[in-house]
């Protein structure tokens, strides 16, 4: 999948759609944050500041601090693709906080979402 636009979509673009889904069934932004945060090590601050920035994904991504180990404990299908088959490693990063923010807007325990970390 190299190449697919989605890489070069900014995260700042992407992200109101998050918050959207999640307040939507009664989670919140900061909730959001946490799970964002779980996953790539960014802080809250780096969070807002790739919003402020406008990097795509590809470089989101590339920036974050410390992807988390447990992240490959994400399983799932999102999009119609079984997340831990995905072999582009960004399309699967992508993907995995997609499956992230659906447990999320879902209603699953944090716990539970942040694979009992």
């Given amino acids: ?19 959207t889904k999640v307040e939507r069934k009664g989670r919140s932004e900061e909730e959001l944050t946490t799970v964002i945060t779980w996953l790539t090590g960014y802080d809250g601050q780096g969070v807002r500041r790739t919003l402020e920035e406008g990097v795509d994904l590809e470089t989101f ?13 994400i399983t799932g299908s999102i999009c119609g693709h079984r997340v831990e088959d995905i072999e582009d490693p960004l399309m699967q990063r992508i993907r995995y906080l997609d499956k992230l923010v659906d447990e999320l807007a879902r209603g699953k325990k944090m716990t539970s979402i942040l694979r009992g970390g």
Avoid: E, K, W
């Fill in 61 to 73: 991504f590339a920036r974050a601090p410390a992807m988390n180990p447990d992240a490959s404990l």
């Fill in 1 to 19: 999948m190299a190449g697919h636009r989605i890489f070069t979509t900014s995260f700042a673009s992407i992200y109101p759609h998050y918050v």
